[in-house]
């Protein structure tokens, strides 16, 4: 009667599998972060520059750096799309889904894939600021591509609001993500780790 090794019983059950593989847990600690994620985009929105009130802040990009940093650009790229498809059934719709996607996902992969090759506090700096580059560039062509189709304006109003409008929104949004999660990232994943 043949025996089957612990090495190879354990390999053949993926959710069990640690390592890079998704285990059970980071299933469900992915799910979590999705689910926090998603409350956040619904019910934690707010204008943050006075008279621009189409343009909202919420703290769900937080929620995917966390995911990011402590599990990976590829946790982190899932809780930068999921959560917002709920978009699709809100008034924002498509549009809505799509730009807080671009804005999520080009500031938590660029910021995860650093930090993957550099673990500590300088890493998670060193990543974040890349990802804030990115996604400053990013979040300003989608608008300038996307804002007109949705909005049905020209892309000239479109690109004349960029330096009153567009881009101090994106430069506060993006350093209240970057130092909130700056500052809580370390004891989440640790407790999520444990």
């Known amino acids: 009667m043949a025996t089957i090794s612990n090495a190879s019983r354990h390999d053949t059950h993926a959710t069990t599998a640690q390592g890079s593989g998704w285990s059970t847990k980071r299933i469900a600690v992915t799910a979590l972060f999705c689910a926090v994620a998603a409350i956040a985009t619904l019910f934690l929105e707010f204008p943050i520059l006075p008279g621009v009130t189409f343009l909202k802040y919420d703290p769900s990009a937080i929620v995917a750096l966390v995911a990011g940093f402590a599990f990976g650009p590829a946790t982190g790229a899932v809780v930068s799309i999921l959560p917002y498809l709920v978009h699709l059934a809100t008034q924002s719709g498509l549009y809505g889904a799509f730009m807080a996607i671009v804005a999520t996902l080009s500031l938590v992969l660029p910021a995860s894939l650093v930090y ?79």
């Open 116 to 194: 993957q090759r550099m673990t500590s506090f300088r890493g998670a700096i060193v990543g974040m600021v890349v990802g804030a580059v990115v996604c400053l560039a990013c979040c300003i062509a989608a608008n300038i591509v996307v804002t007109p189709l949705y909005m049905g304006a020209p892309t000239e109003a479109v690109i004349a609001m960029i330096v009153p409008t567009l881009l101090p929104f994106n430069v506060i949004k993006i350093a209240i993500n970057c130092i909130v999660t700056a500052l809580v990232y370390k004891p989440l994943s640790k407790a999520l780790q444990d």
